[in-house]
């Protein structure tokens, strides 16, 4: 729980139930899928397919850019 509140929850304005769900599900999927852990040997937990490319590195955000991450284009 302290992760999103910090990471997300205190840096956001939120005008009621429906922009709360929205901040926290592109959280998790943030955390889930685009965040290293330090925890895991500061690896993916479950890396999406196109993190794993050898390209060009690639930066995408979530939540207007308050969440950033940076992959590598596949191909």
């Known amino acids: 729980m302290r992760s999103?509140?910090?990471e997300c929850l205190h840096r956001l304005i939120l005008f009621g139930e429906e922009?709360?769900?929205h901040a926290?599900?592109?959280?998790?999927?943030?955390?889930?899928?685009e965040r290293n852990h330090q925890g895991m040997g500061n690896q993916l937990l479950f890396p999406d397919e196109k993190?794993?490319?050898r390209g060009e590195i690639k930066k995408s955000?979530?939540?207007?850019?308050?969440?950033?991450?940076y992959y590598r284009e596949t191909g």
């Open 4 to 6: 999103i509140k910090e």
């Open 19 to 21: 922009s709360l769900k």
């Open 24 to 33: 926290v599900k592109e959280y998790i999927a943030h955390y889930n899928h």
């Open 51 to 53: 993190i794993k490319g």
């Open 61 to 69: 955000e979530r939540l207007c850019g308050l969440l950033n991450y």
